[in-house]
């Protein structure tokens, strides 16, 4: 059974930094496409940031050069690495992945960013 577990938000103020990760089991996070996907109030859904098998990443432009997503494939885990939030970054962050034509979310983590 596929299940993903966020963890790591909170509260921070502008400048700081957070860690979430995304604990999975019912499959290897390693032979997969793993997404973290952002949620702020009255916003739609936007991705922030893949991770293919190959270690190909994609990031939004919004978040370049401040998020990092990686994986540790001993816990089989992805994580993302975020330096220097911006209020605009507090958002419900979910980790996601896509496994024989379904979608499978977490159920997301708050971070909150004060200015």
């Known amino acids: 059974q596929v299940k993903l577990v966020e963890s790591g938000g909170g509260l921070v103020q502008a400048g700081g930094s957070l860690k979430l990760s995304c604990a999975a089991s019912?499959?290897?996070?390693?032979?997969?496409?793993m997404k973290w996907y952002r949620q702020a109030p009255g916003e739609q859904r936007e991705l922030v940031a893949s991770?293919?098998?190959?270690?190909?990443?994609i990031y939004a432009d919004s978040v370049k050069g401040r998020f990092t997503i990686s994986r540790d494939n001993s816990k089989n885990t992805m994580y993302l690495q975020m330096n220097s939030l911006k209020p605009e970054d507090t958002a419900i962050y979910y980790c996601?992945?896509?496994?024989?034509?379904?979608?499978?979310w977490g159920q997301g983590t708050q971070v909150t960013v004060s200015s």
């Open positions: 019912g499959f290897i996070v390693r032979i997969r496409t």
């Open positions: 991770l293919t098998s190959d270690s190909s990443t």
């Open positions: 996601n992945t896509f496994i024989s034509a379904r979608d499978y």
